[in-house]
C-alpha cells in the first residue's frame, strides 16, 4: 500500500467525544463516524443490525474487517484498513474503519441537485457498476434469490409492512394497485427469470447504490458502503442492484439522469433484457424505500409524541408518496400486455400496429402476412383452394374478381397455422416480458378466444383494436397499394367479400381510421397506456 494510504494502527476513543475545528462527529443508524482531517474513522454500533449481533467487541472487528474486504473491490484506495480503538489506558476496546475522506461536494446526489449536466460523471458510473457486477460472485444459494417465487415474496413482505400506513401516510387504493401490478408480472415472467439466474444474471452485488454513497473524482468515481451486515441484502438480479441508484436519482428529482444511466448501465453490461424488467425492479426499489421511509415517519411521530404536521415528520410522510408513486408508474410502464390490431384489409390496421409497436422499445411486432408468406415459402400448400377438393361449407362460391390465388381464411389449412405461428412467437415474448402486438384481421373468433386465453396464461393484459372505415376509404388505399410489395395482396374485391362474412367482434374496441394517422395512433394508445 502506497505511503499516504497507511493505515493508523490505533486511535484514541476520546477521538468521538472532543469535536473541534477539524473534527465532527456524525451518527447514523448502525455507527459513529468521527471525520478527522483527511481521514474518517467509522465505530460500528453495539446493536443487532441484520443478521449481525454486534454487541460483542470480537463481533465488531469482524464487520470491520468484512466492510473494507467487500468494498475495496469498488474503492480499493479509499478503504484503507482498520484500526484499533483504545482507551484511557491505553487498552484496545473497540475497532473502527478507517477511510480517506471524500469531498462532500463530489456526492453524485450533490452534484445531481446543483450541477446541470453529469452526463460524463453518470457514464462513469454506469460502466464502473457494470464492471463491478461482470466481477460479482454468484452460487446456487444466490440464485434462488432471483427465482419468480423468491422475488414474489420479496414483493409480499414489503406489501405487508406498508400495511399500517395505508390509508394514513399513502393512500390504500395506490398501494393495492401496485401489489396487483406487481404480482401479476410475476405470475407470467417465470421463464423469464429462470433464464436471468440461467445466464448468471443473479450476483453477489452492491446492495445500497444510492447517489449518496457514491463519489464522482477526476480519475472515476468511488462508490461506497456495500452491505455487509446481511448477504441477503445484496443478492439478486443486477438490474435491482443497478435500480437502487435509478430509483434515487428519481427520488432526487431528475428522471432524465435516472433514464440514462440505466441506457448507458445496458450499454456497458451488453445485458438482452426486456425494459419491462428494467421498470419492474425499480419499482421494487422505491415501494421498499416507501415503507422504510414510513418507518422512519413513524419513529418521528413517535419521538414528537404529536400527529405529522410542518418539519420532518411532514416531510418524511411526502417523500414515502413520492415514492410510492415512483412505483407505481414503473410498474404501469412494465405491464406485459397482448395487443391484437385487426380490421378488414384498407381500414390501416397494417398502419397503426407499426406506430404502436414503434412507440415503445418493449413492443414486439408480429405480423400474419409475415407468417403466411413464410408459411408459403416454406412449401405449406393449402388444400382449400378454390376449385379444389370439397366445398367448404357455410361460405359461398369465390367471386371471380378475386383472383385465383384467394383463399377463404377461415377455412384455410395455411391460415390456421398462421394463427398457431402467431399465438406460439407471442407466448415466447409475452413470458419474456415483451409486449406483443399482433397485426391480424383477427375475423374468425375461435383465433381470438385463443389469444384471449394465451393472455390469461401468461398474466397479460389483453387489449383488443378493430380498426374501421368506410368502404371508399378503403377501397382507395387499396387501389393506391403496390400489391407487387405486399405480401397480403389484398384488394377492393378481397374487402368486401371479407366484409360479408368476418365474425362479429363485440369485446374490440373501434379505432375509426378515417381521420389523419397521427389522430388513430393518440387514439389507439390512450387505450393501452
Request: charged share 30%; proline share 5%; net charge neutral.
Amino acid at each position: 500500500m502506497p505511503a499516504d494510504q497507511k493505515t493508523a494502527a490505533s486511535v484514541p476513543a476520546d477521538l468521538w467525544s472532543r469535536p473541534t475545528g477539524e473534527t465532527r462527529v456524525v451518527e447514523t443508524g448502525s455507527a459513529v463516524l468521527c471525520l478527522h482531517g483527511d481521514r474518517v474513522y467509522k465505530r460500528k454500533k453495539p446493536v443487532e443490525p441484520g443478521l449481525l449481533d454486534l454487541r460483542s467487541r470480537a463481533a465488531r472487528l469482524a464487520a470491520c474487517r468484512a466492510e473494507v474486504e467487500l468494498n475495496r473491490r469498488l474503492a480499493s484506495d479509499v478503504y484503507l484498513g482498520v484500526a484499533d480503538v483504545l482507551g484511557d489506558g491505553g487498552e484496545v476496546c473497540d475497532h473502527a474503519v478507517v477511510l480517506r475522506r471524500m469531498p462532500a461536494g463530489r456526492r453524485l446526489s450533490a452534484l445531481v441537485r446543483h450541477a446541470d449536466r453529469v452526463d460524463d460523471q453518470l457514464r462513469a458510473v454506469a460502466r464502473a457498476v457494470a464492471a463491478f457486477h461482470e466481477r460479482c460472485g454468484t452460487s446456487e444459494v444466490i440464485g434462488r434469490s432471483g427465482d419468480a417465487e423468491a422475488v414474489a415474496g420479496q414483493w409480499k413482505e414489503a406489501l405487508g409492512g406498508l400495511e399500517p400506513f395505508q390509508g394514513k401516510v399513502i393512500d390504500a387504493d395506490v398501494v393495492d394497485e401496485i401489489g396487483r401490478l406487481a404480482l401479476r408480472y410475476l405470475a407470467g415472467r417465470g421463464p423469464l427469470l429462470a433464464e436471468r439466474r440461467r445466464t448468471g444474471r443473479i450476483r453477489d452485488g452492491h446492495g445500497d447504490l444510492r447517489a449518496e454513497n457514491i463519489h464522482c473524482l477526476d480519475d472515476g468515481p468511488r462508490i461506497l458502503n456495500r452491505v455487509e451486515s446481511d448477504p441477503r441484502l445484496r443478492a439478486g438480479d443486477v438490474l435491482g442492484d443497478v435500480a437502487v441508484l435509478v430509483m434515487d436519482l428519481e427520488r432526487l428529482g431528475s428522471p432524465e439522469d435516472a433514464e440514462r444511466l440505466m441506457r448507458w448501465y445496458r450499454d456497458f453490461s451488453s445485458q438482452a433484457h426486456p425494459p419491462s424488467l428494467e421498470h419492474f425492479y425499480i419499482a421494487y426499489r422505491a415501494f421498499t424505500e416507501a415503507r422504510v421511509t414510513c418507518l422512519r415517519y413513524r419513529r418521528i411521530l413517535a419521538e414528537a409524541g404529536a400527529e405529522a404536521g410542518p418539519g420532518p415528520g411532514a416531510e418524511a410522510g411526502e417523500r414515502a408518496r413520492r415514492l410510492a408513486d415512483i412505483a407505481y408508474r414503473h410498474l404501469r410502464r412494465a405491464r406485459v400486455r397482448l395487443v391484437l390490431v385487426g380490421g378488414l384489409p384498407g381500414t390501416g390496421k397494417s398502419t397503426l400496429a407499426r406506430r404502436l409497436a414503434d412507440a415503445d422499445d418493449g413492443r414486439l411486432l408480429l405480423r400474419s402476412d409475415t407468417v403466411r408468406a413464410e408459411l408459403a415459402a416454406d412449401g405449406h400448400a393449402d388444400p382449400d383452394t378454390p376449385g379444389s377438393g370439397p366445398a367448404i361449407p357455410d361460405r359461398p362460391a369465390v367471386p371471380a374478381d378475386l383472383g385465383a390465388s384467394f383463399i377463404w381464411p377461415l377455412s384455410s389449412e395455411i391460415t390456421a397455422r398462421t394463427y398457431t405461428v402467431l399465438l406460439s412467437r407471442a407466448r415466447r415474448a409475452l413470458e419474456r416480458g415483451e409486449t406483443v402486438i399482433i397485426d391480424a384481421s383477427w375475423s374468425d373468433g375461435r383465433h381470438r378466444a385463443a389469444a384471449a386465453r394465451l393472455a390469461r396464461e401468461t398474466a397479460a393484459e389483453f387489449l383488443e383494436l378493430r380498426c374501421v372505415t368506410s368502404p371508399e376509404v378503403a377501397a382507395t388505399r387499396l387501389t393506391r397499394r403496390d400489391s407487387a410489395s405486399d405480401p397480403a395482396g389484398a384488394t377492393s374485391a378481397v374487402h368486401r367479400a371479407m366484409s360479408s362474412w368476418a365474425e362479429p367482434w363485440p369485446t374490440a374496441r373501434v379505432i375509426q381510421t378515417t381521420v389523419p394517422v397521427a389522430e388513430v395512433f393518440h387514439a389507439a394508445e390512450r387505450c393501452i397506456a
